[in-house]
C-alpha cells in the first residue's frame, strides 16, 4: 500500500516537475548554446552561421523517420584537433531511421573548414541536433541545431500524449509500457533528467 502510494504522489507530479525541469533548463540551455556558438565561432571557419547554412543544405529528414514520426535530439560528441581534422563523431543518443546517418554525412562534409587552435580544450564538444516534425508539439528549446519537416499524411503524436500514457501504465504498475513511453520522451528530450528517474523506478519495479 505504501509503494502504491509513493507511485501515485510520483506519477500526480510529474507533469509539475517536467514543467518545472523544462522552465529551469531554458537557462542551462541557452547557456550552452551560447557556449557552442562561441566555439563554433572560434574553430569553424565562417564561424556558427556558415555552420549552420551548411548543415541545412546537407541535412534531410530522411521519408522512413518522418513515417515512423521519429522525433528526437541527437546529441553528438565531435572530436576536431587542432589542426582542423574531424577525427572523431559519436552520437551518444542516437535517433535510428536514418537520421544518424545524416547527421555523419554532415560532420564528414565539414573536413577542411576548421580553423587551427591552440588549445585542446576547444578540440571537444558536444551539439546537440533536433529532428522535429512541423506541429508536434515538444520541447524545442535544447537544440543547437534542428532539421524541422512536414508531418507525414498523419499527425504525430505531442509530449503530452506519452506523458499521459506513462501516468496511466504507472499507475496500473505496467512498467514494461511506461519503460517503452519514457524511452521516447527521453530521445525528445535528452537532458531531463526526470525521464532517467523514472526509468530507473520502473525499471526496478517501482521502487
Do not use: H
Not at 4 to 22: R, Y
Not at 41 to 64: A, H, L
Not at 73 to 92: M, T
Not at 157 to 171: F, Q, V
Amino acid at each position: 500500500m505504501k509503494r502504491s502510494v509513493l507511485l501515485l504522489l510520483l506519477v500526480s507530479n510529474l507533469m509539475l516537475v517536467n514543467m518545472l525541469v523544462a522552465q529551469e533548463s531554458k537557462s542551462i540551455a541557452q547557456s550552452r548554446k551560447d557556449n557552442l556558438i562561441e566555439i563554433l565561432n572560434y574553430r569553424f571557419k565562417g564561424g556558427y552561421y556558415t555552420f549552420e547554412k551548411i548543415f541545412s543544405k546537407t541535412v534531410t529528414y530522411p521519408d522512413i523517420a518522418k513515417a515512423n514520426c521519429a522525433i528526437g535530439i541527437a546529441i553528438v560528441a565531435v572530436k576536431v584537433d587542432c589542426e582542423g581534422n574531424v577525427e572523431d563523431v559519436r552520437i551518444k543518443t542516437p535517433l535510428g531511421y536514418g537520421i544518424d546517418s545524416q547527421i555523419s554525412i554532415f560532420f564528414n562534409s565539414t573536413e577542411g573548414m576548421w580553423n587551427p587552435c591552440k588549445d585542446n580544450k576547444y578540440t571537444k564538444f558536444d551539439i546537440p541536433i533536433q529532428f522535429v516534425l512541423e506541429g508536434t508539439d515538444t520541447n524545442t528549446e535544447d537544440a543547437l541545431l534542428i532539421c524541422e519537416d512536414k508531418n507525414p499524411s498523419f499527425a504525430c503524436s505531442p509530449d503530452e500524449y506519452y506523458i499521459k500514457k506513462i501516468e496511466k501504465y504507472m499507475e496500473k504498475k505496467k512498467y514494461r509500457r511506461v519503460i517503452a513511453y519514457l524511452d521516447v520522451m527521453i530521445r525528445r528530450d535528452p537532458y531531463n533528467s526526470v525521464y532517467f528517474e523514472m526509468k530507473k523506478k520502473a525499471v526496478n519495479g517501482g521502487e
